[in-house]
């Protein structure tokens, strides 16, 4: 019997299984995979909402870490997994981009999933490593237009929001940079600190803290508006580059043929989660706030994604990028 057979042999038992499954629901630890490297902004942002929805479940839910290939490997497992709620994806802005960027995978990046809610919108920062020779956004772009490829920009792989961030930054400065991807923006934040990469852009979920520790510096947020967890710091059209905008959304998933009642059971925790005081006072000291609770369902995070996969198709396909 191949893949396709045994997930729908699985998906027509437990429909059949029906209400009495939702009611067993969870009946063991839930995992969580975050298809990218340990400490990032994802991963951040998976932990704190594990946490919480373990309390309401009354089960533990753990994270897990399943980084390679700009977010692919950790969604193919999930796509693939026996399809009863107790494994899940938790991905970002990449489950809007993976349909065009990768013409070639092995499972459906949409089909393969049912959508549980949204969690945040994070803003990026466009931060340098703390000797870099400028000190504001119209000096650093003197600084990107002169040196070009001389210049090192990390990202976390193609696809990734950092990746995303910088096709973007390039594009809106007409000048290329020498890209260096890394296996997750953890380890490329490592090596920005270290002041072995010149420039990134990431979430603030990661580079709030070590904006304001003077770790790292900071030129713009890429949002239409301040933001609390950093007042100091203009947005990139304040600055002069208006079209340099860019947030990134944050979805739960579970695999493709998980009966509703139990996505609507895990939508229902992501919820509580959500107005969660732990949660929420520790996302506005990272520079997010959660989604508004009516974001948080299968039907609305439907809708974004659909339109966010049809808002990037032409951005990729005009750059030529692909990840395959």
């Not at 070009?148 to 930054?169: D, K, P, Q, V």
């Not at 790292?216 to 947005?235: D, G, M, Q, W, Y």
Request: proline residues 7%.
């Amino acid at each position: 019997m191949n893949h396709i057979a045994r997930r729908a042999l699985m998906a027509l038992s437990l429909l059949a299984a029906g209400p009495a499954a939702a009611q067993q629901f969870p009946s063991r630890t839930i995992t969580v995979i975050v298809p990218f490297a340990a400490g990032g902004p994802t991963d951040t942002v998976a932990r704190l909402v594990a946490e919480s929805m373990g309390r309401d479940l009354g089960q533990t839910v753990v994270v897990e870490n399943a980084g390679g290939a700009g977010g692919t490997i950790g969604s193919q497992r999930v796509a693939q997994a026996r399809p009863d709620g107790h494994t899940l994806l938790l991905h970002h802005i990449g489950m809007a981009t993976a349909p065009t960027l990768y013409r070639r995978l092995a499972y459906d990046p949409v089909g393969g999933f049912e959508p549980i809610g949204l969690i945040t919108e994070v803003p990026m920062t466009l931060v340098a490593k703390k000797d870099f020779p400028a000190n504001n956004l119209a000096e650093a772009i003197a600084v990107i237009r002169r040196e070009r490829e001389g210049l090192n920009y990390a990202n976390a792989g193609i696809g990734a929001a950092s990746h995303l961030c910088g096709l973007l930054l390039m594009k809106a400065v007409d000048a290329p940079m020498t890209t260096v991807p890394f296996r997750g923006t953890g380890p490329a934040m490592q090596e920005i600190l270290s002041g072995r990469i010149d420039l990134m852009c990431d979430q603030t979920t990661n580079t709030t803290e070590q904006i304001n520790s003077g770790a790292l510096k900071v030129f713009s947020v890429t949002t239409e508006s301040r933001i609390p967890a950093l007042p100091n710091v203009p947005t990139s059209a304040e600055a002069g580059l208006p079209e340099f905008q860019v947030s990134v959304w944050h979805g739960l998933y579970a695999p493709k043929g998980t009966p509703a009642a139990v996505v609507q059971r895990l939508s229902q925790s992501l919820q509580v989660a959500l107005r969660d005081e732990r949660v929420v006072a520790r996302f506005a000291e990272l520079g997010t706030t959660p989604v508004a609770q009516d974001r948080a369902t299968p039907e609305a995070h439907r809708t974004f994604w659909q339109a966010d996969i049809a808002k990037w198709r032409p951005i990729i396909q005009a750059a030529g990028q692909y990840a395959d």
